[in-house]
């Protein structure tokens, strides 16, 4: 199970997510990356773990509009397309691809 980080932080200008973990690694999740791996029952199918979003239909522009703490397990994120259900896990974002062309859609 993956640590709490120890900063969360929305960089607007470099569309990325920034998480520092206890260990000292700094991970950086680009926002439409991010919107697209939604893990609510919205966005996956809730049995066969299908991909529902369109994520060619995710405005290159998606941002966080809020983001919050959900007990010690996840990250609430309330985005600027009027999504909001999706609960992230650290052990989701943990696992997630940083910035690079590999996280580009």
């Known amino acids: 199970m993956a640590s709490i980080p120890s900063n969360i932080r929305a960089l607007s200008e470099e569309h990325v997510l920034e998480l520092?973990?206890?260990d000292g690694r700094v991970q950086r999740i680009p926002?439409?990356?991010?919107?697209?791996?939604?893990?609510?029952?919205?966005c996956v199918h809730e049995v066969t773990g299908e991909k529902l979003i369109d994520v060619d239909s995710i405005p290159r522009d998606v941002h966080p509009t809020?983001?919050?703490?959900?007990?010690?397990?996840?990250?609430?994120?309330?985005?600027?397309?009027?999504h909001f259900a999706g609960l992230?896990?650290?052990d989701r974002l943990?696992?997630?691809?940083?910035?690079?062309?590999?996280?580009?859609?």
């Open 20 to 22: 520092t973990w206890p």
């Open 88 to 90: 992230y896990t650290w």
């Open 66 to 82: 809020k983001l919050g703490l959900s007990g010690n397990y996840a990250l609430r994120i309330v985005w600027s397309d009027g």
């Open 94 to 105: 943990s696992g997630l691809k940083e910035s690079g062309p590999d996280a580009a859609r």
């Open 31 to 42: 926002f439409v990356y991010l919107r697209g791996e939604c893990p609510c029952a919205e």
